[in-house]
């Protein structure tokens, strides 16, 4: 499957997803109005900030875009030793939100963002870490097809700098939401940073996502299962063309009594650990359901998953592989 058409990113970023229009200015636009606390929305709660950060080449400069657009005030590239500074800067604008990109371009700062994330947290300013992945092969691709070069070059062969950029961003990446955009498209990517941003009020999210496994397993999956042992209607003929959208294809599986069963064992897993993932504060869970071709099985399963789940629990759902056809 595609990963869709590329381009570059920021100066020294490298590629990205391709977006087109205009972007917010590089490094940090400060406002002139400084105050002395953290912004805060209206009746006192803290401001939500949402930090975009990620391996270089995965689409960051894509999801910063599609935050500006959702009505974020959005900052590229600013240096996390400015980040408190800047959030008191911010103070006197209660109507905004704020985006900022964080990438490896501030290496030697980034000792500094894990505690001053921590310490902002514990002071009750919301921050929303996500993290954007992609497979080293198709980064590699990315890089290549664009020419450029990766921020980390001076270190050795386009492979060992990306996997010296995972090294330098593992520590950040276990507290972030995570997003593998190995397959996604342009379209794809902005309507899931949509998603997240709003949902991030909620306690647990869950996000049930289908697909195919010949085009491999989603990077972000916390849960994978695997449902091609189950009927399959793409050799029923007339539900070939179909999805697992279709009520006749809903039908189809409803009448397998494998299929129920195993639909009523992962709902009630999900449910058993639920719990304990809330306890553990995680914000988000994703569930990767895989068929052979991602359309028929796995589109089903989540959807009912979903709807299971989405009374007393905020469920999310992405189809990788049908939300990416034309």
Same mark, same amino acid.
């Given at each position: 499957?595609?990963?869709?058409?590329?381009?570059?990113?920021?100066?020294?970023? #490298?590629?990205?997803?391709?977006?087109?229009?205009?972007?917010?200015?590089?490094?940090?636009?400060?406002?002139?109005?400084?105050?002395?606390?953290?912004?805060?929305?209206?009746?006192?709660?803290?401001?939500?900030?949402?930090?975009?950060?990620?391996?270089?080449?995965?689409?960051?400069?894509?999801?910063?875009?599609? @935050?500006?657009?959702?009505?974020?005030?959005?900052?590229?590239?600013?240096?996390?030793?400015?980040? %408190?500074?800047? $959030?008191?800067?911010?103070?006197?604008?209660?109507?905004?939100?704020?985006?900022?990109?964080?990438?490896?371009?501030?290496?030697?700062?980034?000792?500094?963002?894990?505690? @001053?994330?921590?310490?902002?947290?514990?002071?009750?300013?919301?921050?929303?870490?996500?993290? @954007?992945?992609?497979?080293?092969?198709?980064?590699?691709?990315?890089?290549?097809?664009?020419?450029?070069?990766?921020? $980390?070059?001076?270190?050795?062969?386009?492979?060992?700098?990306?996997?010296?950029?995972?090294?330098?961003?593992?520590?950040?990446?276990?507290?972030?939401?995570?997003?593998?955009?190995?397959?996604?498209?342009?379209?794809?990517?902005?309507?899931?940073?949509?998603?997240?941003?709003?949902?991030?009020?909620?306690?647990?999210?869950?996000?049930?996502?289908?697909?195919? !496994?010949?085009?491999?397993?989603?990077?972000?999956?916390? !849960?994978?299962?695997?449902?091609?042992?189950?009927?399959?209607?793409? !050799?029923?003929?007339?539900?070939?063309?179909?999805? #697992?959208?279709?009520?006749?294809?809903?039908? !189809?599986?409803?009448?397998?009594?494998?299929?129920?069963?195993? @639909?009523?064992?992962?709902?009630?897993?999900?449910?058993?650990?639920?719990?304990?993932?809330?306890?553990?504060?995680?914000?988000?869970?994703?569930?990767?359901?895989?068929?052979?071709?991602?359309?028929?099985?796995?589109?089903?399963?989540?959807? %009912? $998953?979903?709807?299971?789940?989405?009374?007393?629990?905020?469920?999310?759902?992405?189809?990788?592989?049908?939300?990416?056809?034309?």
């Amino acid at each position: 499957m595609s990963t869709g058409p590329i381009e570059s990113g920021p100066s020294g970023a #490298g590629p990205s997803l391709s977006e087109g229009g205009e972007r917010s200015g590089e490094g940090a636009i400060l406002s002139s109005d400084a105050g002395s606390a953290v912004p805060r929305e209206a009746g006192g709660q803290a401001a939500r900030v949402v930090l975009v950060t990620g391996i270089s080449g995965s689409g960051k400069s894509v999801a910063l875009h599609a @935050l500006e657009d959702a009505g974020f005030f959005c900052v590229d590239n600013l240096p996390p030793e400015l980040l %408190r500074d800047f $959030l008191q800067l911010e103070t006197q604008r209660r109507d905004r939100r704020i985006a900022i990109a964080v990438d490896v371009r501030s290496a030697g700062s980034l000792p500094h963002l894990l505690p @001053l994330l921590a310490q902002l947290q514990g002071e009750g300013i919301g921050v929303q870490a996500i993290f @954007l992945d992609a497979t080293t092969g198709a980064l590699v691709r990315r890089f290549s097809e664009t020419r450029r070069a990766h921020p $980390l070059a001076d270190r050795g062969a386009l492979v060992e700098a990306i996997e010296l950029e995972r090294q330098l961003l593992a520590d950040l990446r276990e507290l972030s939401t995570v997003i593998d955009t190995s397959q996604l498209r342009p379209t794809q990517l902005r309507a899931w940073m949509r998603e997240l941003v709003g949902a991030a009020d909620s306690r647990l999210t869950l996000v049930f996502e289908s697909f195919a !496994y010949k085009h491999g397993v989603p990077l972000d999956a916390d !849960y994978v299962f695997d449902i091609r042992v189950l009927p399959n209607p793409h !050799y029923v003929r007339e539900l070939r063309l179909l999805t #697992g959208r279709d009520l006749a294809v809903g039908a !189809y599986l409803e009448a397998q009594p494998e299929v129920l069963d195993m @639909l009523t064992q992962i709902e009630a897993f999900l449910r058993r650990w639920l719990p304990a993932f809330e306890a553990d504060q995680r914000s988000y869970l994703t569930v990767a359901i895989g068929c052979t071709g991602g359309q028929h099985r796995s589109v089903w399963f989540a959807e %009912r $998953l979903a709807r299971a789940f989405g009374i007393g629990t905020q469920a999310l759902v992405r189809h990788r592989e049908l939300d990416a056809a034309p």
